[in-house]
C-alpha cells in the first residue's frame, strides 16, 4: 500500500502541506495518489538520526550487514508484482523492463552481501613493529577502511530501482556500514516508497537500528539542498545530469565541512569506426547501432550520442543503412513530458545549428511523450569549433562526425570533455587504429568498449561506470560494481595499539579469517613468524 508519507527511520510521517503527483506518461495524465514534501523537522529528524543509527551500525558485523542486505533482495522479491505495477504506471516503461532492472537491483544487494561475508573491502594492510631497527625503532602499523557516515543518496529518473531506493548507492553504503538518507525522484515517488517499505521491513526483521534508512520525498530541489546541507550528512551519491550534479557538488563544497559528492553525470559516449570493420559488417553494425540508440528511448547515460569516422564512401553506406534501420523502430514512451520537451529542446538547437545535417525523417506525427528517432552529421573541424555539439541530449538521437583523416580524428578526440565510455568498431590490423588514437580515448573515459555497444553496463568488480569530468565528479571511483563501496570508507591507522582494542581485522588471531596484506604478503595467516619484513626495511 502506498501512503505518500515519508519514511523518517522506521515511522511515516506527513507534517507538510506540500504534496505532489506523478505522472503516467504513456496515458499522459497524472497518477491519482498525493505524496507529502519532507518539512524541514522531518529533514533535520532523519539526519540527527541516520546519525544516531550510524554509531550502532558501524559496529554491526559485516555477517550481519550481510544478512540485512539478503533480507532487503527477499523483501523486493516478495512485492515485485506491485513494484512492477506502479514501475510501469509512472514511468512508461514495458513490463520487461521492470523485471529486468528489479532482478539487477536484488543481484547488486546480493553481489555486495557476499562481498561482507569475504571481507577482503576493507583493504586491511599490517606492518609489524622492528623495535631494533636503527636509528629510529619501526612502530606497529595496521590500516584498514572504515565507513565515514550517513549517506545521502539522489534517486535517479531514468533508472527508478537499479540507481534508486535500494540501487547501488544504496546498497553500497548500507553494505560498508552507513546508513542512508535517500531522497526519492518525484518522477516514481511511488516506486520509491514500496522500495523504501520493504528496506525498513528488512532493517526491523534483522535488528538494525532505527535510522539505518529513510526515504524522503519532494517535487523540487529546496529538499535536496537542505540534505546537503545538513551537517550530519558526510558524503552524497548522485545520478543525472551535469547541472544537477554540479549544483550538488558545489553546494557540499561550500559547507563549513565541505563533503565529497560522487556524482556520474553526463556523457556522449563516442564511437569509434574504422574503415576495415565497416567493408566487412558496415550494414550488421548498423542495425546494432539503431537498436543501442534507441533502446529504453535513449535514456541511458550510456547512449552512443556520437559517431566518428571518415568521410568515405563506405561510411556513407553505413550512414544510409543506420538512417534506415533507425526509421524502422517505432518509438517508445519517454519517462515524463518534461524529460520529453528537453528532448525535443536539444533538438530544437541541433536544425537550427546550420553546420549540422538531419538525415531522419522529421514530419512523423507521434502521440504524446513519444520522440523522433535522430540521426545527424557535422564536419569534424565544425565539431571542433562548435562546444555545443558535444552536450548530452537525452534520448533517442546520436550526431555523426566525418573526419577527413587520423589527425582530425584524433583532434575530435581531444577536443572531447571526459566520457563514461568510449567505444572502438574496427579490426586489429586496421591501418587507421593507431596508438595514439587509443591512447588518447584512454585519457578521456572509464571504459573503452572493442567492437560492441556501450548500452549495458555488466554489474562484476571489474566494470568502472564513471570517467573524467563531467561524466563523474571523480574518476577515481566507480559508481557500479562490488568497488563501488570504497566511496563511502575512509582510510584509519593504528599506530602500537593493545590487541584487545583494536578491530577485530586487525587482530594478530585473524578472528574474521579475512585476506590480509602482512609485511608485503598477502594472506589470511594467524602467526607472523614467517611474515618479516625484507632486510632492506631493516637497515
Not at 48 to 55: E, P, Q, R
Not at 140 to 148: A, Q, V
Not at 440 to 445: D, P
Amino acid at each position: 500500500m502506498i501512503t505518500g508519507k515519508n519514511y523518517i527511520g522506521g515511522e511515516l510521517s506527513s507534517n507538510s502541506s506540500v504534496t505532489f503527483k506523478t505522472f503516467n506518461p504513456l496515458l499522459n495524465i497524472e497518477n491519482s495518489i498525493s505524496f507529502y514534501e519532507a518539512s524541514d523537522n522531518e529533514i533535520e529528524k532523519s539526519t540527527k538520526l541516520a546519525n544516531d543509527a550510524f554509531k550502532i551500525f558501524k559496529q554491526v558485523s559485516s555477517l550481519d550487514r550481510s544478512k540485512f542486505l539478503n533480507q532487503i533482495s527477499d523483501e523486493l522479491e516478495l512485492i515485485k508484482e506491485d513494484i512492477v505495477n506502479v514501475y510501469c504506471s509512472e514511468t512508461g516503461l514495458p513490463e520487461d523492463r521492470c523485471k529486468a532492472e528489479l532482478n539487477r537491483t536484488v543481484n547488486q544487494l546480493k553481489s555486495f552481501a557476499k562481498l561482507l561475508i569475504e571481507g577482503n573491502f576493507q583493504e586491511v594492510s599490517i606492518d609489524t613493529s622492528i623495535p631494533e631497527r636503527k636509528p629510529v625503532p619501526k612502530p606497529d602499523l595496521r590500516k584498514m577502511l572504515m565507513p565515514i557516515g550517513p549517506i545521502l543518496v539522489f534517486g535517479a529518473s531514468n533508472f527508478p530501482l537499479a540507481y534508486s531506493t535500494a540501487g547501488g548507492d544504496t546498497a553500497s553504503a548500507l553494505a560498508a556500514g552507513c546508513p542512508v538518507i535517500l531522497k526519492s525522484h518525484p518522477m516514481h515517488a511511488g516506486t520509491g516508497e514500496l522500495v523504501a517499505a520493504a528496506i525498513i521491513r528488512a532493517a526491523k526483521k534483522t535488528k538494525m537500528p532505527n535510522g539505518v534508512f529513510s526515504n524522503l520525498n519532494s517535487k523540487g530541489i529546496e529538499v535536496g539542498e537542505k540534505l546537503v546541507n545538513s551537517h550530519y550528512v558526510k558524503a552524497v551519491g548522485f545520478t543525472g545530469s551535469l547541472r544537477g550534479g554540479r549544483a550538488i557538488y558545489n553546494l557540499a563544497s561550500k559547507r563549513d565541512t565541505p563533503i565529497p559528492v560522487f556524482a556520474e553525470m553526463g556523457s556522449v559516449n563516442p564511437v569509434l569506426i574504422f574503415p576495415k570493420k565497416l567493408k566487412k559488417e558496415y550494414s550488421e553494425l548498423a542495425a546494432q547501432y539503431a537498436k543501442s540508440i534507441t533502446i529504453g528511448s535513449g535514456q541511458f547515460c550510456t547512449n552512443p550520442g556520437i559517431i566518428i569516422s571518415f568521410d568515405t564512401e563506405i561510411f556513407n553506406l553505413f550512414k544510409n543503412k543506420l538512417v534506415e534501420e533507425i526509421e524502422k523502430i517505432s518509438p517508445s514512451c519517454m519517462l515524463h513530458p518534461n524529460i520529453h520537451k528537453s528532448y525535443n529542446d536539444g533538438l530544437e538547437n541541433i536544425k537550427k545549428n546550420k553546420s549540422v545535417s538531419v538525415l531522419t525523417k522529421q514530419d512523423i506525427e507521434l502521440d504524446d511523450n513519444f520522440p523522433n528517432h535522430v540521426i545527424s552529421s557535422v564536419t569534424a573541424n565544425k565539431f571542433i569549433e562548435d562546444k555545443s555539439l558535444q552536450q548530452e541530449i537525452f534520448g533517442p538521437c546520436s550526431l555523426l562526425v566525418l573526419c577527413k583523416d587520423q589527425h582530425e580524428m584524433l583532434n575530435v578526440i581531444k577536443s572531447m570533455e571526459g566520457q563514461l565510455t568510449g567505444t572502438l568498431l574496427a579490426e586489429e590490423n586496421d591501418d587507421y587504429l593507431t596508438q595514439e588514437i587509443i591512447n588518447a580515448l584512454e585519457l578521456k573515459v572509464g571504459r573503452i568498449i572493442f567492437n560492441g555497444v556501450p548500452t549495458g553496463v555488466e554489474v562484476c568488480p571489474s566494470m568502472t561506470h564513471g570517467g573524467p569530468y563531467p561524466a563523474s565528479t571523480d574518476s577515481r571511483f566507480s559508481a557500479v560494481g562490488i568497488n563501488s563501496i570504497k566511496r563511502w570508507l575512509r582510510p584509519v591507522s593504528f599506530q602500537d595499539f593493545p590487541q584487545n582494542l583494536l578491530p577485530s581485522e586487525l587482530k594478530n588471531n585473524n578472528p574474521l579469517n579475512i585476506e590480509r596484506n602482512i609485511n608485503g604478503i598477502t594472506t589470511r595467516a594467524v602467526s607472523y613468524t614467517h611474515l618479516t619484513l625484507p632486510t632492506i626495511y631493516s637497515v
